[in-house]
């Protein structure tokens, strides 16, 4: 809890200085996979456990315990994630199966937002389920 206070303290200051001159702020959770949005308009919103960052082009939410890291940066790059691609690596396929079952399982951290497939706010074996069906093609 104190790591994540000192987090949003420091966010919180260093967000108006440090964003001056940069064009995005990129977040970094589990196995390196990342979130980017604009620093145009942006504004940070911290609730129930995760940051949601909004800016004129999109947004972006991560689950403040899966946060590794955060900074800014002049390299843009998607906000948006492909459905299915737990692992982020550009991919759907059964590599993303086997990192959400390790997330389940607790042995791996990764972003819930992007887990938490079938939309009932829980990552657990029915995020599987719709997984794999993403994967055959069943839903999309």
Excluded: P, W
């Amino acid at each position: 809890m104190k790591k994540i206070l000192i987090m949003m303290v420091t966010l919180l200051i260093g967000v108006g200085i440090h964003a001056q001159g940069f064009s995005y702020l990129r977040f970094n959770s589990g196995a390196g996979s990342e979130q980017c949005v604009s620093t145009d308009g942006l504004k940070i919103v911290f609730n129930n456990g995760k940051l949601v960052a909004t800016s004129n082009d999109g947004n972006a939410t991560i689950a403040l315990s899966a946060m590794n890291f955060m900074y800014f940066s002049n390299e843009g790059g998607s906000s948006q994630v492909l459905r299915g691609d737990v692992n982020r690596d550009g991919k759907v396929n059964v590599s993303d199966v086997t990192a959400l079952i390790n997330m389940i399982l607790g042995n791996l951290t990764m972003d819930q937002e992007v887990a938490n497939l079938n939309g009932d706010d829980k990552v657990n074996v029915s995020d599987v389920t719709t997984l794999i069906n993403i994967i055959l093609g069943i839903i999309s």
